[in-house]
């Protein structure tokens, strides 16, 4: 963690938040409101002083009371035996700004409640917990003060639960199963969820929708929830490489514990919770983070036309890389991926990663002539660091990877952690290697400290296989997405791809998490299997604005492109960082129609993407400026599209609209809209 952020904290839990300087008299509730009053947290305790909490909005439950504490590997739980002894409320209202995303002014208003909790027999140890009550949703989280017995925390569980108040639709992935995140989604009534990895969205009978997760996730293990009985669920903590599953030193605070509620699905889109429980920016001038599209020597890879290890096949060759550079810098590209460069690629590197070079090229990969051919391009190579999830082979290597990388000009770097769920390998403090959990503590501080050594050297950080995203983004602005889900490459291989619902499942539960390098833009629509795509292009376009990253990649064939160059457009028009965002219409897992402003331009882009039914949508234009006119440069799925039936038949068309007009949605069966406003 960066000595920055460390100051901040500490600020923030000493300064505002003094502890009381004696015990005030035990109090049997504590209460606080969002800022316009509709969302309520209330904390009290039984008569057995075990801590509970409960949320409503507008006077109805939506979290029924659920328990608080925390259990530890080396002393008595926090569980029993509390009392509130101190509470303290203050009021935040704040406007910041984003130097890249998908909006770029927010603002954070909420109302905060500290409740400290102490023990009436035994130590009498004391917790605070800390509640932000926002008006989409609330924040919570533990903060454990220094103090005799407790310099020292070896956290076996928390207690944490969540007991959903009503009966509730429930889209969801398994926890603790082989694969990280990368599972189709469950759709299921919520008393049937297992193990689930967050974000988990629920939707009520009566139609208000809830997500919960968690944000700044710093030096700690990911949150995972299991149901315990009826909607009851109890946080489940990611394993770490002991007994204990995190070890950390007081004072100390726990990542925040998130709730986002709102009416319409959108409302979880539109939400800045996360973003707003996250530290400020620790990494001060930001201005050299490129916001970019890219290119890449990638797709090919899973279509076995290439490889990543060496031979007649190896993708990563000078000439090959020429080419893609050459292409994007004639389409207005910035960056191009090339994977398989460096050696380590050749045997079985799965779940391996001990024969990797961070720094050293095959023999038929010029590094240093790629890169100055960039440069002069006015492109750069967005790099490629496969571990196999070998952290620890990875650290050994990092300072010079990222200095190569800096000497060379290579802004951003694509990280990944190839190896099944538990399998990733870390050294722990005795020195040795140890056997570890993706979204364990020990991996949580392996990715901070990639984050910090790139942010040294100037370079953006892309993980895949990564630690989900909690909102760090804002602290640490260099990292810019990561994968976390099923991307566009089980596409490639099909049996099964994709199904076609999941990219409007994605937008309402992994993407309420953060930006997400999912790889868009397929023309091709081949497939390893021979089974075809569940999309059409139509939808690959609409994914540039559904689909928010600010590293975004143009992931087919070049071919596909110099093929369809009418169709190309959108992506080379399309920008990859926004100054607002709007979530117009839509419902989980079935369709979703996003718009979004250009960053520091007038011009606004919507995406529209729908699941195997063909559905039209009508959409109000109030989101144009009022009194000015614009071209809308629709390109829709056409006559006969389906992605059964004729995956690539696309209509382009333009129109002249304003704020007061509404425009029809035309999607076909796993098929998709995009639209260019551009202002007049």
């Known amino acids: 963690m960066s000595n920055r952020l460390v100051r901040w904290l500490a600020v923030s839990m000493v300064t505002l938040f003094p502890l009381a300087a004696a015990a005030a008299e035990p ?49 008595r739980k926090f569980e029993r035996n509390l009392a509130i002894v101190d509470q303290r409320t203050r009021r935040h209202d704040e406007r910041w700004e984003l130097p890249w995303g998908e909006r770029r002014h927010m603002r954070d208003h909420h109302n905060e409640l500290r409740v400290t909790l102490a023990e009436t027999s035994g130590p009498e140890r004391r917790f605070d917990v800390v509640f932000r009550v926002f008006d ?66 629920l939707r009520t009978a009566d139609g208000l929708h809830v997500s919960i997760h968690e944000a700044a996730l710093v030096d700690y293990s990911g949150m995972n929830l299991a149901r315990v009985d009826g909607r009851r669920f109890k946080a489940a903590l990611t394993p770490g490489i002991g007994i204990a599953k995190v070890e950390v030193a007081t004072p100390f605070a726990t990542p925040w514990r998130t709730i986002q509620i709102g009416e319409r699905a959108g409302d979880l889109v539109e939400s800045q919770l996360i973003l707003n429980l996250n530290a400020p920016n620790a990494l001060g001038d930001v201005s050299w983070i490129r916001p970019m599209k890219y290119v890449g020597i990638w797709w090919e890879m899973h279509l076995d036309r290439k490889t990543w290890a060496s031979g007649p096949k190896h993708g990563a060759t000078t000439a090959h890389t020429l080419r893609y550079i050459d292409f994007a810098a004639a389409n207005g590209f910035g960056g191009v991926l090339v994977e398989g460069w460096n050696i380590g690629w050749d045997g079985d590197w799965f779940g391996n990663g001990e024969t990797f070079s961070f720094t050293q090229a095959y023999p038929d990969f010029d590094i240093e002539a790629v890169t100055r051919h960039a440069r002069e391009k006015g492109v750069t190579l967005i790099g490629h660091h496969e571990t196999s999830g070998h952290a620890a082979h990875y650290e050994a290597q990092l300072e010079d990877a990222m200095d190569l990388y800096g000497r060379l000009g290579v802004q951003a770097v694509k990280t990944g952690y190839v190896a099944d769920a538990g399998q990733a390998k870390v050294r722990g403090d005795d020195g040795a290697l140890h056997y570890a959990w993706h979204e364990g503590q020990a991996m949580v501080r392996h990715h901070q400290k990639v984050v910090e050594t790139a942010a040294k050297h100037r370079i953006t950080v892309n993980p895949h296989e990564p630690v989900k995203d909690t909102g760090l983004r804002r602290t640490y602005p260099n990292l810019v997405t990561r994968e976390g889900a099923r991307g566009m490459e089980y596409n490639a291989w099909g049996q099964p791809g994709n199904p076609p619902e999941h990219e409007a499942t994605l937008v309402y539960t992994r993407l309420l998490a953060g930006p997400m390098d999912f790889t868009p833009g397929i023309f091709g629509m081949d497939t390893k299997s021979g089974t075809p795509m569940a999309t059409t292009i139509g939808k690959q376009l609409a994914l540039y604005v559904v689909i928010h990253s600010p590293l975004q990649m143009a992931a087919d064939l070049l071919e596909h492109y110099e093929s369809r160059p009418d169709a190309f457009q959108f992506i080379r028009d399309v920008p990859a960082d926004w100054d607002d965002t709007r979530a117009l219409a839509g419902e989980i897992g079935e369709f979703a129609v996003i718009a979004r402003r250009a960053r520091g331009g007038d011009d606004w882009y919507l995406g529209a993407v729908t699941d195997d039914a063909a559905r039209d949508i009508t959409v109000p234009l109030d989101f144009l400026e009022p009194g000015r006119r614009y071209t809308a440069q629709i390109y829709r799925d056409g006559e006969g599209a389906g992605w059964r039936t004729d995956p690539r038949s696309l209509v382009i068309e333009s129109r002249e609209v304003g704020a007061g007009d509404t425009l029809v949605l035309a999607m076909a069966s796993g098929g998709g809209q995009a639209v260019r406003f551009v202002a007049r």
């Open 27 to 75: 109090r049997a509730s504590a209460r606080i409101a969002s800022p316009d009053t509709r969302i309520a947290v209330e904390v009290t305790t039984d008569n057995e002083g075990r801590a509970s909490y409960a949320v409503s909005r507008d006077g109805r439950p939506v979290v029924a009371p659920s328990r608080l504490g925390m259990m530890f590997t080396d002393t």
């Open 136 to 201: 989409d949703g609330v924040g919570f989280r533990y903060d454990i003060p220094r103090q005799p017995g407790l310099e020292h925390l070896s956290i076996a569980e928390e207690l944490t639960e969540f007991d959903l108040a009503d009966p509730a639709t429930a889209w969801w992935i398994p926890a603790f199963e082989w694969n990280r995140e990368e599972y189709i989604y469950h759709r299921t009534p919520v008393e049937e969820v297992g193990q689930a990895q967050t974000p988990i969205t």
